[in-house]
């Protein structure tokens, strides 16, 4: 009976807590994934959770906090199944750029100027937006999300300083990111070469590259396409520098079109 109205308490407690709210509580434990908090209102047992993702940004969750130390948290979720409520300190410790992140909705279009170019991405400085606490930029482009062609070096496509539109993917509430694309806003050249291109029709193309199960041909500005390594000739070959080599100037016939995961499958034996 006692378990039983105990567990009636917590989901009486929390019925009282939406999404969004903000609470207060004392952290209970602190652990590598995350933190247990003890809720003001309900101190009977530690009911709210800061994951791994949540905790402040740019630091090791739980960095800087201790057992019996206050806290400010964001609710991101009440789960009555686990009887949690899930937090976000992220949320309370930068509150404007936490807000302004919040608002973004997925499709809107966002403009800036490159901040900088790492090895990993690249940084815009959003021109409503806050500044970073830490990074140079709000906005991040994944190196996928720069083109739809293949480059070699991000700064091939943007430079520093260069001002540029991008439609926003979604909040990364673990870096206090919005997360950006940028070929998004330019037209997919695969699609309108899968528009006017059949299977079964022969090609004119470039080796671009050479892989331990085949080669790359690049046959339209943008558009390359994979020759299987039993595609390259009728005997079998081990490796692809048997038959082609980069550079080489081939004619290949088309597979397969498989626009949903952008992928061309040529032959150059069919040829």
């Given at each position: 009976?006692?378990?039983?109205?105990?567990?009636?308490?917590?989901?009486?407690?929390?019925?009282?807590?939406?999404?969004?709210?903000?609470?207060?509580?004392?952290?209970?434990?602190?652990?590598?994934?995350?933190?247990?908090?003890?809720?003001?209102?309900?101190?009977?047992?530690?009911?709210?959770v800061v994951g791994p993702l949540d905790g402040p940004w740019l630091r090791n969750p739980g960095e800087g906090m201790a057992a019996g130390q206050r806290i400010t948290a964001e609710v991101i979720d009440v789960d009555f199944d686990k009887s949690q409520v899930l937090l976000s300190t992220a949320a309370t410790?930068?509150?404007?750029?936490?807000?302004?992140?919040?608002?973004?909705?997925?499709?809107?279009?966002?403009?800036?100027?490159?901040?900088?170019?790492?090895?990993?991405?690249?940084?815009?400085?959003?021109?409503?937006?806050?500044?970073?606490?830490?990074?140079?930029?709000?906005?991040?482009?994944?190196?996928?999300?720069?083109?739809?062609?293949?480059?070699?070096?991000?700064?091939?496509?943007?430079?520093?300083?260069?001002?540029?539109?991008?439609?926003?993917?979604?909040?990364?509430?673990?870096?206090?990111?919005?997360?950006?694309?940028?070929?998004?806003?330019?037209?997919?050249?695969?699609?309108?070469?899968?528009?006017?291109?059949?299977?079964?029709?022969?090609?004119?193309?470039?080796?671009?590259?050479?892989?331990?199960?085949?080669?790359?041909?690049?046959?339209?500005?943008?558009?390359?396409?994979?020759?299987?390594?039993?595609?390259?000739?009728?005997?079998?070959?081990?490796?692809?520098?048997?038959?082609?080599?980069?550079?080489?100037?081939?004619?290949?016939?088309?597979?397969?079109?498989?626009?949903?995961?952008?992928?061309?499958?040529?032959?150059?034996?069919?040829?």
């Amino acid at each position: 009976m006692g378990e039983l109205l105990a567990d009636q308490a917590v989901r009486r407690f929390l019925s009282t807590i939406r999404v969004g709210d903000l609470c207060r509580g004392t952290v209970a434990e602190v652990t590598r994934s995350g933190m247990s908090v003890t809720l003001d209102g309900f101190g009977a047992r530690p009911l709210g959770v800061v994951g791994p993702l949540d905790g402040p940004w740019l630091r090791n969750p739980g960095e800087g906090m201790a057992a019996g130390q206050r806290i400010t948290a964001e609710v991101i979720d009440v789960d009555f199944d686990k009887s949690q409520v899930l937090l976000s300190t992220a949320a309370t410790e930068h509150r404007e750029l936490w807000m302004f992140l919040k608002r973004l909705q997925p499709g809107e279009i966002l403009s800036g100027a490159v901040a900088a170019i790492e090895s990993f991405g690249v940084f815009v400085a959003l021109d409503d937006g806050p500044e970073h606490p830490v990074f140079p930029g709000v906005g991040f482009i994944t190196f996928p999300e720069l083109s739809w062609t293949r480059f070699e070096d991000a700064s091939d496509v943007v430079e520093v300083g260069q001002r540029v539109s991008c439609e926003f993917l979604q909040f990364d509430t673990w870096n206090g990111e919005a997360r950006l694309s940028l070929r998004a806003l330019q037209p997919d050249p695969f699609a309108t070469f899968a528009e006017s291109t059949e299977v079964g029709q022969v090609l004119r193309g470039r080796v671009t590259k050479l892989i331990p199960f085949g080669a790359f041909v690049q046959v339209a500005d943008g558009i390359e396409g994979l020759v299987h390594l039993s595609e390259l000739a009728w005997t079998p070959v081990e490796t692809p520098e048997e038959v082609v080599q980069v550079v080489d100037q081939v004619s290949v016939v088309v597979m397969e079109i498989d626009v949903e995961r952008r992928r061309l499958a040529l032959s150059l034996r069919r040829a």
